[in-house]
């Protein structure tokens, strides 16, 4: 059983950095397509940054050079390392994985990222 446990959320003053992880057990992030996406009320969920199982990484506009997306094997966890946030980043973050080979999918409960003006 494939389970994503996200953690690292929390209240940061507009400026201010945290980092999320994603945790991974039941299947290896490296056959994975990992991404973290978000979703603030009354908004669409949206993709925040990927990491291809070969280590590609790509962003949304709005994060670029702001926020880092890693990932460290000997965990098996998918980081978010988020720099200079805004209000506007304040929302839902999930992570989901896609099997490279069976194209599963799989969410994690998610983790809120609040960020005060």
């Known amino acids: 059983q494939v389970r994503l446990v996200e953690s690292g959320g929390g209240l940061v003053q507009a400026g201010g950095s945290l980092r999320l992880s994603c945790a991974a057990s039941?299947?290896?992030?490296?056959?994975?397509?990992t991404g973290w996406y978000r979703q603030a009320p009354g908004k669409q969920r949206e993709l925040v940054a990927a990491?291809?199982?070969?280590?590609?990484?790509n962003y949304a506009d709005s994060v670029k050079d702001r926020f880092t997306i890693s990932r460290d094997n000997a965990k098996n966890t998918v980081y978010l390392q988020m720099n200079s946030l805004k209000p506007e980043d304040t929302a839902a973050y999930y992570c989901?994985?896609?099997?490279?080979?069976?194209?599963?999918?799989?969410w994690g409960q998610g983790t809120q990222v609040t960020v005060s003006s």
């Open positions: 989901n994985s896609r099997n490279i080979f069976t194209s599963r999918e799989y």
């Open positions: 039941g299947t290896s992030l490296k056959l994975e397509t």
């Open positions: 990491i291809t199982s070969g280590g590609t990484t």
